[in-house]
RNA sequence: GGGCUCGUAGCUCAGCCAGGCAGAGCAGCGGCCUUUUAAGCCGCUGGUCGCGGGUUCAAAUCCCGUCGAGCCCGCCA
């Protein structure tokens, strides 16, 4: 059984109304590990919904956390704005409301690319609007009992002056350097490393992480929530949270769906501190989104992903294959109702530069070859096949058929000798299969290697010594074409 | 020190929850009219299921132990 249904099964034991929470931080590029967060959500959200279940994907983003330092990819001048919150620092490009905006945006436009349906809370506003107040009161107030719960489960000693709830600095902005003196029923009193002393309202702060997170759980009544391994660690705050909700807030605390990290082959773990990363927005310009859901669908949530860009095809070839058998992984990943004919990705790659990605010429010799077309499926396809060999293809994958002008490379006079041959052999009802032999057949009686017939070839058709494989290749081109190519190729140079 | 995950064919992994003849893809080898390239077809090779014990008519699967790898344990997906 698919790890999906399994959750979804565990979940319909406890209910059949579900609310999934997420929130990733975007205080950087959101990247393809954050993803698997979103994707684990979702993939269980349609096994529940498979089974008759309700559910909800909450996604709260923390725009309202610290930026934690200066990250590599931000000018000097950043400095200035560690530890304030995300949605309280400018936009780096200037084009967004505020820096946590700037990251977020283009993430929900790919949740939305994604067919991953949330409902956004921003952490900010929630504040803002007082949502948080009513746990913000319990928290100070409890304020020993959770120091006591936290030093218990962590084994550390929390300091003198810590406090559960974190004011924003009216002098400076920051966060992370008040520490909280006193509270009544308005205000919380505080001072700051900054100097500055003085009180703020309950919507002007927030709680500290491992707080903050089991009193959401209570304002949103999340009942399921995927997570990274670093919370469900023993101590970590999957622990002190399940705690809190209990003996705090007063409530059950989310089924836990725990997950892996993704690492980039060869580099390591994706850390948008470090700069580590793949966008999301990059890579669903560049393919199909059933495909990047495949990714991190197909493995179960506690297994490391290694992505490598080198063997996307070979995935989306695997994707191919199992689609034809109704594969679970698959059904969970595909987002409209789309149909995949039966013409590979890989093969649109091909075809697409042999017509100069015109649509209607792809069509032409899809069909010219025998390929059974749906038009809708190939058009989508195709454009994301175009943009998957500039963004991933190795150089060795590109060609373009050149203009009989623009071919000036040298030619043996075997060469040319199999070309003119090679031409006067070609049948027009020629299939790969027989161009491809016609080679072999025609090389011998020239005398010339076979791989120099098939340089000879692609000379004439691409001005280089390598191409896709020639048969294959050849018929895509046309029999006619060949011909006239070859024959003009000769002409010229004799 | 604590925790989680992984260990099955050369590689990537499925199968384990719910015990019943050890699987797939890739790679390799052979063939498809003697040969190229990241798309083909047919066939073949290839595994003490990390190791040791236990339960069982029967264990890759359940239990106990052990070794190895990776990661996590202020914040982080």
């Not at 684990?40 to 994907?57: C, F, H, P, S």
Request: hydrophobic share 35%; glycine share 6%; charged share 35%.
């Amino acid at each position: 059984m698919h790890w999906a249904d399994k959750v979804a099964e565990e979940l319909l034991r406890r209910g059949d109304k579900h609310r999934i929470a997420t929130g990733i931080t975007p205080s950087g590029h959101i990247h393809l590990g954050n993803l698997r967060e979103m994707l684990t959500a979702d993939a269980v959200r349609r096994a529940l919904e498979d089974r008759g279940g309700k559910v909800k994907i909450i996604y709260i983003a923390d725009t309202f956390d610290p930026l934690r330092k200066r990250y590599p990819f931000l000018p000097a001048e950043y400095d200035k704005y560690v530890g304030m919150p995300l949605s309280r620092i400018p936009c780096p490009c200037g084009e967004h409301k505020n820096y946590a905006e700037h990251f977020l945006e283009p993430f929900l436009e790919s949740l939305k690319i994604l067919g991953i349906d949330v409902e956004v809370k921003r952490a900010d506003r929630m504040y803002k609007e007082g949502e948080y107040e009513k746990a913000i009161k319990i928290a100070l107030r409890e304020k020993e009992k959770i120091k006591k719960i936290l030093e218990e489960v962590t084994g550390k000693k929390c300091d003198e002056s810590w406090s559960p709830f974190m004011p924003i600095c009216e002098n400076c902005g920051r966060i992370n350097s008040t520490k909280v003196t006193g509270f009544n029923e308005k205000h919380v009193h505080y001072v700051c490393e900054c100097g500055h002393e003085g009180e703020v309202s309950y919507r002007e702060g927030k709680l500290g992480w491992r707080i903050d997170w089991p009193a959401r759980w209570g304002i949103l009544n999340i009942t399921c929530e995927p997570m990274g391994k670093d919370h469900a660690a023993a101590g970590g705050s999957y622990d002190t949270g399940k705690r809190l909700a209990r003996e705090v807030f007063e409530i059950e605390p989310p089924y836990p769906v725990v997950y892996e990290w993704i690492h980039l082959k060869g580099v390591g773990a994706m850390k948008s501190s470090k700069g580590v990363v793949v966008p999301v927005r990059e890579m669903v310009e560049v393919l199909p989104p059933e495909i990047v859901r495949y990714i991190i669908i197909r493995s179960k949530p506690e297994r490391h992903i290694d992505f490598d860009p080198a063997t996307l095809l070979d995935l989306i070839d695997e994707f191919e294959e199992a689609y034809t058998r109704k594969d679970r992984s698959v059904e969970l990943s595909l987002v409209e109702k789309v149909n995949y004919c039966k013409v590979p990705f890989r093969h649109l790659v091909v075809v697409g530069q042999i017509a100069n990605w015109n649509f209607n010429r792809v069509i032409e010799i899809l069909r010219r070859t025998e390929y059974d077309v749906d038009v809708e499926d190939v058009k989508r396809r195709m454009s994301y096949a175009k943009k998957w060999l500039e963004k991933f293809a190795p150089e060795r994958m590109k060609f373009e058929v050149r203009d009989i002008k623009e071919i000036n490379v040298d030619f043996s006079k075997k060469e040319l000798e199999f070309l003119r041959k090679f031409a006067e052999e070609v049948k027009n009802d020629m299939k790969a299969d027989d161009l491809h032999n016609l080679v072999y057949v025609v090389a011998s009686r020239v005398g010339i290697k076979p791989a120099k017939a098939f340089n000879a070839i692609y000379k004439a058709v691409l001005g280089k010594n390598y191409g896709p494989r020639a048969g294959y290749f050849m018929e895509s081109l046309g029999t006619d074409w060949i011909k006239k190519r070859f024959i003009k190729v000769v002409e010229l140079r004799s």
